[in-house]
């Protein structure tokens, strides 16, 4: 829906809530007209539930209205006096239209400052649960959301088995664009495995599931992404049916908010001209250089001088990153999946070791499953490129050969339709030369080069696709064991990064130990 829709759909809702209620209004000292005024009704309405003005901000607040419109309904109840199980079963059950009921088939009395407090001990836990959700989804949505690191694209600065806070408000937090969905529950609801939202998943269609969607809306960030940031954003080219199973079709369907996380590092920002070579970045025709806590991973082949080679002791003693398994081949080498550079330097002196061969694949020769999946463009995950990454509001020329890099930005990211008839490019039913981008992209892609599936294979990420960026690794686990100096570290900075468990843990009993001494000062 766009906005000018969304706010005629309001606009019906309020007339509605006007008619479900403008009775009720005036039983409680009101004025009829006050139950038909948008935002205003329910400034009055939080005055007779005897509720704080603040609420009315929840109620606009996409999947947090989804709870608070059930709980404004109860409160509506039990502000006339219908306080039984029953009451709040109806309430709920009918979507508010029990209010309908209330303000012409009885006679109801309000009841002024009525006691907030729940009548029995399940409801008071049930009120808790309710306003955590509220809260811990206010908090998941436009400021921290937590993440689990599940590959090794990025190892060395983020490995797999970290459990992140990612920052929502440093790039500007996306509002959800999917309307009905779980609270905190991304693509399946664990468990029951069945699609956390509703959404019709055919293109193209008009069912009214699809017209629930909200057009992309961001909050101001107060910052821009960065080269060599760490960002975490939607897969663009994401079809997968189900995540957790990564069962692919081509006909499925996801809004943008609920295509599956993916976390990467922005090697080129809008505007940036990128190349890969030999595996290497270069922006602008200059090598790019990473941050210190970045280690670039390639994949090698090993060949050892005896018999008696044992390549996993190997891996413990030089930290060889190897997520992917160290597979032994006929020629009697060895395949290793990812070293890095500084493992390298150490490995290759070993004296057991005859060859270390680098896995580069030859330039010119085309890899099908790389972007833009042409055949006139023989890129591979080792060179590939030069292309040019989108900036909003900049123009380029548009034509046949140029046309593969950017039809998907054209059509799938900026809702144009396009045509190819002989020579021609149609765009939106007309001839076009030029094409003048709409919003910012950018190119994302992992250290361990030959073990990430990246922009390399899908393109661009545009920033509507952007969900925040990483800040913080609370915990990190190892499959077996924690990683005691990961925990409280920061995932950005210079140098090694430095955990800051043991302050937190002082704090924390600190503070723990304040308020004991508090509560028993007040007590004594």
């Not at 361990?448 to 696709?465: E, K, L, Q, T």
Request: glycine share 6%.
């Amino acid at each position: 829906m766009t906005l000018m829709q969304w706010f005629i759909f309001i606009l019906i809702i309020q007339v509605i809530h006007g008619l479900g209620t403008w009775k009720l209004y005036i039983k409680a000292g009101r004025q009829a007209w006050e139950a038909f005024v948008p935002v205003y009704n329910a400034v009055v309405l939080m005055r007779i539930i005897n509720r704080p003005w603040w609420w009315v901000i929840l109620l606009f607040l996409p999947v947090v209205n989804m709870i608070m419109l059930a709980v404004v309904w109860v409160e509506t109840a039990r502000s006339f006096g219908k306080n039984s199980n029953l009451d709040t079963f109806l309430a709920v059950i009918s979507l508010g239209f029990y209010n309908f009921y209330l303000n012409y088939a009885t006679d109801v009395t309000y009841i002024e400052n009525r006691s907030l407090q729940p009548k029995s001990g399940a409801g008071d836990w049930v009120s808790s649960i309710l306003f955590a959700i509220v809260a811990a989804t206010i908090v998941h949505t436009y400021f921290i959301q937590p993440f689990t690191i599940p590959s090794s694209s990025l190892e060395k600065s983020l490995l797999v088995g970290d459990f992140l806070f990612v920052s929502k408000f440093h790039y500007g937090a996306r509002v959800p664009m999917t309307t009905v969905g779980a609270p905190m529950v991304h693509d399946t609801i664990p468990f029951l495995q069945k699609k956390s939202y509703v959404f019709d998943d055919h293109k193209g269609s008009n069912s009214w599931k699809n017209k629930l969607q909200l057009p992309y809306l961001r909050i101001p960030g107060f910052e821009d992404i960065e080269r060599n940031d760490i960002v975490v954003f939607n897969q663009p080219a994401d079809t997968l049916l189900d995540m957790n199973n990564f069962r692919p079709d081509r006909n499925y369907y996801k809004p943008i908010d609920k295509k599956t996380n993916l976390v990467k590092r922005c090697v080129g920002v809008a505007g940036d001209s990128l190349e890969v070579r030999d595996g290497f970045v270069y922006i602008n025709g200059k090598k790019n250089e990473l941050p210190d806590r970045a280690h670039l991973q390639f994949s090698y082949y090993v060949q050892p001088k005896t018999s008696q080679f044992n390549p996993l002791f190997l891996k413990e003693r030089y930290d060889i990153t190897d997520g992917f398994g160290i597979i032994p081949n006929s020629n009697n080498t060895y395949y290793f999946s990812a070293i890095s550079d500084e493992a390298l330097d150490k490995f290759k002196d070993n004296p057991n070791v005859v060859s270390i061969t680098p896995n580069i694949q030859e330039k010119g020769v085309r890899d099908s499953n790389i972007f833009p999946h042409d055949p006139n463009y023989n890129w591979n995950v080792d060179f590939f490129g030069p292309l040019y990454i989108p900036e909003a509001g900049k123009t380029i020329d548009i034509n046949l050969n140029v046309l593969p890099l950017y039809k998907r930005v054209i059509t799938e990211y900026e809702h144009n339709t396009l045509q190819v008839k002989g020579n021609q490019i149609l765009i939106n039913g007309a001839v076009a030369t030029t094409y003048t981008f709409k919003q910012n992209y950018y190119w994302m892609m992992g250290d361990n080069r030959h073990n990430s599936i990246d922009a390399r294979a899908w393109g661009f990420v545009p920033f509507d696709h952007v969900v925040g960026k990483p800040v913080f690794i609370w915990m990190s686990w190892d499959g077996k064991k924690p990683r005691w100096d990961r925990f409280f570290t920061t995932v950005s900075g210079t140098g090694k990064a430095t955990s800051f468990l043991i302050p937190f843990l002082i704090l924390a009993l600190a503070w723990f130990g304040f308020n004991k001494w508090r509560a028993r000062k007040q007590n004594s």
